[in-house]
């Protein structure tokens, strides 16, 4: 069973900066494609940004030239760092994984609890 367990979030003020891990068990080269999404109460859940097996990245316009996706292969790690940070980036983050390389598309199979950040 895939679990994806998401940590780092917290509160910073406007300018700041976070990362966040996600810790995966199983085989990470099996995951075609990890992202990270967000999503405020009310809202759809977002894409934020993508990163597939071969390493290639994909982020939403809102957040490129300021988040940086990674991942840590030896430590089945995903990452995502986060320099200059807004209030509108407010959310609840989720990490996502999916055999296929689904890139920000929203039916990623494999869902982590969440963690919340909060930009003031």
């Known amino acids: 069973d895939v679990q994806l367990v998401e940590s780092g979030g917290g509160s910073v003020e406007t300018g700041g900066s976070l990362r966040l891990s996600c810790a995966a068990s199983?085989?990470?080269?099996?995951?075609?494609?990890m992202a990270w999404f967000r999503q405020v109460p009310g809202k759809e859940r977002e894409g934020v940004a993508a990163?597939?097996?071969?390493?290639?990245?994909n982020y939403a316009d809102p957040v490129k030239g300021r988040f940086t996706i990674s991942k840590d292969t030896a430590k089945n790690t995903l990452y995502l760092q986060m320099n200059n940070l807004k209030p509108e980036d407010t959310a609840m983050y989720y990490c996502?994984?999916?055999?296929?390389?689904?890139?920000?598309?929203?039916?990623?199979?494999?869902w982590g609890q969440g963690t919340q950040v909060t930009v003031s």
């Open positions: 996502a994984a999916d055999t296929v390389n689904l890139q920000l598309a929203r039916h990623y199979r494999y």
């Open positions: 199983g085989n990470f080269n099996n995951y075609g494609c």
């Open positions: 990163i597939d097996k071969h390493g290639i990245t």
